[in-house]
């Protein structure tokens, strides 16, 4: 028997790990039976995991972990849940067990390479094997380096190598017979839940039984997090692939438009399988190829592709750089004096700016623990570059509030708008939040959805809120406030910034 720990890889389909320890996919045509399997499926909740998590992204784990447990049930199996710090966590389950192996994916962010480094010596120490799989990307992060056997920091140059890769196809999905029945499941957290028993087990009774946010030491959150699991993750990517994806290069930019696959806090929590998702990508292209769309529809789909090549250029980023995560990458001669003005910041992050598209995105933000990426780009540039503050604390407000945070797409996409990251926006290149507001929501449609102090004037008055006299705006929307700041000062004042941080003035 083996024990599969399930980090950040809550599916039981296209599971690298998974299908290893249970031998799917050996269907015995060689007469024998699977060398490997059957699997005993768990989860740990880890104390130094939850010190980094939000009320969004506990809700949003405990859903995804009730559909993996659904998933398991319907197989005759179940998933073990346990709390603690997985070095002791993870070798008492597999004694409990009687696991001859310990089977995982890797994560690639540098706090989970440590506490792997530690489950890796505590196993060890006690004789128990222990197997780690690529899975989390479709290719890891030393696998795509340049001639010169660097890490890339470019990321046109990686998706030329990564489109051009040979990709696996998905894993196969365990069957029944794979896994640990849920009896013996049961049979085992018996064991760890009995009286003396010095690791605390999250049974209740039953071994695939959830805590709430409340056990766990947080609240449930005002946003609505959004469906989990790995159905809802496939009936999302089929619905985009159908028709959206088609249309995906010309419409991604817009927010009002339902133009992009909504799919990363499936991603994140490994929901579904990046093999497959590509899979699914490919048979959309040859569909396009052969059918009567429009001639561009296969670069529609690319740019699609594209995109699950930046979460992948990101995860090598952070891989390399770990110490990204707190330190920005590109390092300016002076260092950058942020004004990191206290009011401003929370202005920003109540979505009270009296610049409608941004204050559009941070009240998604809160509602809907998502954002837009092009408002994403806008909201960043806002903080960055009009209000002057750290990309740090806009960063640790997204940690918090965003269902889909991964570490290394939200650094690396504060890294860009602060112009500090690996590939990033020129530090002269400053959005202008009116103008950016105009051309990607011309109607304003999204920004009256999450701003309802506007809903009453025309789109064209909102795009020239800034522009207005504190009469024309009393009268028009006497509740939504003016500019905090005026754009074009603030954008002087960055560039001085940049410059003398560059060394230049
Ligand atoms: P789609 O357009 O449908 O893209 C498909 C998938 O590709 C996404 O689900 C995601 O996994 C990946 N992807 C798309 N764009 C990017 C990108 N720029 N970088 C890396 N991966 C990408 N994405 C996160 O998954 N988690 C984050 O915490 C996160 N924080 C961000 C912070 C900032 C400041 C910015 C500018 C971007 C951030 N992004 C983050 C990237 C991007 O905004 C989201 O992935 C995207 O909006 C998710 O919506 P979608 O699934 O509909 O995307």
């Known amino acids: 028997m083996e024990l599969f720990w399930h980090r950040r890889d809550l599916r039981a389909a296209d599971n690298v790990g ?23 499926p768990a989860f740990v909740f880890d104390p130094n995991v939850l010190d980094h998590a939000s009320d969004v992204r506990v809700r949003r784990l405990l859903d995804g972990l009730a559909a993996l447990r659904e998933a398991y049930r319907e197989r005759g199996s179940d998933l073990l849940v346990a709390r603690g710090d997985p070095r002791t966590a993870i070798p008492r389950l597999a004694d409990a ?38 899975d989390a990307v479709l290719h890891d992060p030393d696998a795509i380096r340049t001639n010169a056997g660097d890490p890339y920091s470019v990321y046109s140059y990686y998706w030329k190598k990564w489109t ?40 209740d009774g039953g071994v695939g039984a959830l805590p709430t946010p409340g056990d766990l030491g947080f609240a449930e959150p005002d946003a609505e997090v959004g469906p989990a699991g790995t159905a809802a993750a496939r009936e999302r990517l089929d619905d985009f692939l159908d028709e959206a994806v088609f249309g995906y290069e010309a419409e991604r930019d817009y927010p009002a438009k339902e133009a992009t696959s909504r799919l990363s806090a499936f991603l994140k929590y490994g929901e579904i399988g990046v093999r497959e998702a590509y899979a699914a990508t490919k048979a959309a292209m040859a569909e396009a190829e ?20 930046w979460r992948e250029f990101y995860a090598q980023v952070l891989f390399h750089n770990p110490e990204v995560v707190t330190e920005n990458y590109k390092t300016y001669e002076e260092g950058i004096e942020w004004r990191d003005d206290p009011e401003e910041i929370a202005a920003w992050k109540r979505g009270e700016t009296g610049y409608p598209i941004v204050d559009a995105g941070m009240r998604q933000l809160r509602e ?11 909201v960043a540039s806002f ?123």
Do not use: C
């Open 164 to 203: 051009d890769r040979a990709k696996d196809d998905p894993a196969p999905t365990p069957t029944a017979e794979g896994l640990v029945s849920a009896d013996r499941l049961a049979t085992a957290a018996d064991a760890l839940d009995a009286p003396g028993a010095d690791d605390e087990t999250v049974t």
């Open 18 to 40: 998974l299908a290893a320890a249970t031998g799917a996919g050996d269907d015995g045509a060689d007469g024998d039976a699977p060398d490997r399997g059957p699997a005993a």
């Open 368 to 378: 809907e623990a998502f954002m837009h990426n092009r408002v994403r780009m806008i």
């Open 383 to 505: 903080l960055t570059k009009d209000l002057l503050a750290d990309w740090r604390h806009g960063y640790d407000h997204f940690r918090e509030h965003l269902a889909d945070h991964d570490t290394a797409n939200d650094n690396g996409g504060w890294q860009w708008a602060a112009s500090t990251g690996t590939d990033a926006q020129p530090y002269f290149r400053i959005f202008n939040p009116m103008t950016q507001g105009e051309r990607y929501d011309p109607d304003a449609a999204y920004i009256t959805q999450y701003v309802p102090e506007l809903r009453s004037l025309d789109a064209d008055l909102i795009h020239e809120w800034h522009e207005l006299s504190p009469t024309q705006r009393a009268n028009a929307a006497p509740d939504y406030p003016a500019p905090i700041v005026d754009h074009s000062e603030r954008r002087e004042e960055a560039l001085a910034m940049y410059k003398r941080a560059r060394g230049e003035d």
């Open 290 to 309: 052969s059918d009567d769309r429009p001639d561009d529809a296969p670069e529609q789909v690319e740019e699609y592709q594209q995109q699950l090549a």
């Open 97 to 134: 067990l009687d696991a001859e192996r310990v089977v995982w994916n890797r994560d690639y962010s540098g706090l989970a390479r440590e506490r792997d480094a530690g489950v890796r010596r505590a196993l060890d120490a006690v004789d128990i094997e222990r197997e780690a799989h690529h």
